[in-house]
């Protein structure tokens, strides 16, 4: 029961979000959640050093400093690739804090894992706004989620009924192939729902759910977001079982922790962005 109720809660908050908020709304959500994902990070981190013997020294205040300034992006007329410059930035400003106060062994470690959790939690999370305020914003996201979340229930439901064959057990032993088809297949059928209702309202005349891409770009594009979410998943396996942990938090009652229910968005984000970012450098159309 709590697990369904928390994930009611979610669903209808960012649906709220995607048709009823405003840029500055969706970019304060996805900076706390962000912030909240990158905590839970370094507490995963820290156990995988300990487990190793060693002891991670990377400042909170720094992690939630580089999170918050990798949303700089979203501000008006900042150009997307200055946030290289920021990250760049951070890097060395850890850099000079480890390698005067860490183990010289530990100056390199610390110091690429910090970067690394900004590369993977909180770039990610600001393209999601970045997402929303492009032309058809909301359509585009909306069909985002819908990808994720239709995939994982399909493989949660269908993995645990029919499957036998493990997908990838040294990352996630409970991930089978039964379930990553079902998963694609979820996908699939989810955006071909959305794309229904997107073609219906356009036709009465409302245009808040507008995709221009055919049918059969939309399914395919929905099983390529399917693969990567599917991707995010097991990647955020690797990371809890690295460190021995089977959630990687506790603040979602049933869901485990913020980076258990993000991990699939957190490459399935980027791959579409970068999809969008290639059909226009070739002149192939927006979504």
Same mark, same amino acid.
């Given at each position: $029961?709590?697990?369904?109720?928390? !994930? !009611?809660?979610?669903? %209808?908050?960012?649906? /709220?979000?995607?048709?009823?908020?405003?840029?500055?709304?969706?970019?304060?959500?996805?900076?706390?959640?962000?912030?909240?994902? =990158?905590?839970?990070?370094?507490?995963?981190? *820290?156990?995988? =050093?300990?487990?190793?013997?060693?002891?991670?020294?990377?400042?909170?205040?720094? $992690?939630?400093?580089?999170?918050?300034?990798?949303?700089?992006?979203?501000?008006?007329?900042?150009?997307?690739?200055?946030?290289?410059?920021?990250?760049?930035?951070?890097?060395?400003?850890?850099?000079?804090? #480890?390698?005067?106060? !860490?183990? %010289?062994?530990?100056?390199?470690?610390?110091?690429?894992?910090?970067?690394?959790?900004?590369?993977?939690?909180?770039?990610?999370?600001?393209?999601?706004?970045?997402?929303?305020?492009?032309?058809?914003?909301? /359509?585009?996201?909306?069909?985002? $989620?819908?990808?994720?979340?239709?995939?994982?229930?399909?493989?949660?439901?269908?993995?645990?009924?029919?499957?036998? &064959?493990?997908?990838?057990?040294? +990352?996630?032993?409970?991930?089978?192939?039964?379930?990553?088809?079902?998963?694609?297949?979820?996908?699939?059928?989810? =955006?071909?729902?959305?794309?229904?209702? /997107?073609?219906?309202?356009?036709?009465?005349?409302?245009?808040?759910?507008?995709?221009?891409?055919?049918?059969?770009?939309?399914?395919?594009? !929905?099983?390529?977001? #399917?693969? *990567? *979410?599917?991707?995010?998943?097991?990647?955020?396996?690797?990371?809890?079982?690295?460190?021995?942990?089977?959630?990687?938090?506790?603040?979602?009652?049933?869901?485990?922790?913020?980076?258990? &229910?993000?991990?699939? +968005?957190?490459? *399935? =984000?980027?791959?579409?962005?970068?999809?969008?970012?290639?059909?226009?450098?070739?002149?192939?159309?927006?979504?």
């Amino acid at each position: $029961m709590k697990r369904i109720l928390t !994930a !009611a809660v979610l669903i %209808l908050a960012v649906f /709220a979000l995607i048709f009823f908020g405003q840029l500055w709304m969706i970019t304060l959500f996805a900076a706390i959640v962000a912030e909240l994902a =990158a905590y839970e990070y370094l507490k995963l981190a *820290a156990v995988g =050093a300990e487990t190793h013997g060693a002891t991670l020294r990377i400042p909170i205040w720094w $992690m939630a400093l580089g999170t918050a300034l990798a949303f700089i992006v979203t501000l008006p007329n900042f150009p997307v690739e200055d946030q290289l410059p920021v990250l760049s930035a951070l890097t060395l400003a850890l850099f000079a804090w #480890n390698g005067f106060r !860490a183990p %010289l062994s530990q100056v390199l470690p610390d110091t690429a894992q910090g970067l690394f959790g900004l590369i993977y939690i909180a770039y990610p999370l600001t393209l999601v706004p970045l997402l929303w305020k492009q032309e058809d914003g909301p /359509a585009l996201v909306l069909f985002l $989620m819908v990808c994720v979340w239709a995939g994982d229930i399909a493989a949660l439901y269908i993995g645990r009924a029919f499957g036998k &064959r493990k997908l990838a057990p040294r +990352l996630s032993p409970g991930k089978t192939w039964a379930g990553s088809i079902a998963s694609i297949a979820g996908s699939m059928i989810a =955006a071909g729902i959305v794309i229904a209702i /997107a073609d219906t309202l356009t036709a009465h005349g409302d245009t808040i759910l507008h995709i221009s891409e055919p049918l059969w770009q939309s399914l395919l594009l !929905a099983a390529i977001l #399917n693969v *990567a *979410a599917q991707l995010g998943d097991l990647l955020e396996s690797a990371i809890k079982r690295g460190a021995g942990v089977k959630d990687s938090g506790t603040m979602l009652p049933g869901h485990g922790g913020i980076l258990d &229910r993000i991990d699939a +968005l957190l490459v *399935a =984000a980027p791959v579409l962005w970068y999809i969008l970012l290639l059909k226009d450098y070739f002149g192939l159309g927006r979504f």
